[in-house]
């Protein structure tokens, strides 16, 4: 069983920056890309931003992009970190890491595996 633990979270003013780190404790064909998520209270939870472990690409939902960078920890293929810059108040959430086979859906059902979150509070 892969196992996925975020790490990172905490509280934070408005245009503030935190670093999450995702570490997979083993290598699955089925964790090949990795994402993080996240959701708000009373909110269903989106996807932020996703990794291709194999070609080293990231993708940005809009809400992110241009302030989030999704990498990967130099040559160590199971740490992902989300680095976050320009916080905002509706970045406020719980954050999940989440692995799954190679495919270009980013929604919580293509997900094989997840973390147990992290939580994220900005405040205004």
């Known amino acids: 069983q892969v196992q996925l633990v975020e790490s990172g979270g905490g509280s934070v003013e408005a245009r503030g920056s935190l670093n999450l780190s995702c570490v997979v404790s083993r290598y699955s064909a089925n964790a090949n890309r990795m994402g993080w998520f996240r959701q708000a209270p009373g909110k269903e939870r989106e996807w932020v931003a996703g990794?291709?472990?194999?070609?080293?690409?990231?993708?940005y939902s809009d809400s992110v992009k241009g302030r989030f960078t999704i990498s990967q920890k130099g040559d160590s293929w199971n740490i992902v970190y989300l680095q976050m810059t320009s916080l905002k108040p509706e970045d406020t959430a719980m954050y999940y890491c989440?692995?799954?086979?190679?495919?270009?859906?980013?929604?919580?059902?293509?997900?094989?595996?997840w973390g147990q979150g992290t939580q994220v509070t900005v405040s205004s």
């Open positions: 989440a692995a799954a086979p190679y495919g270009t859906r980013w929604t919580e059902e293509d997900m094989m595996y």
């Open positions: 990794f291709y472990t194999g070609s080293l690409t990231a993708v």
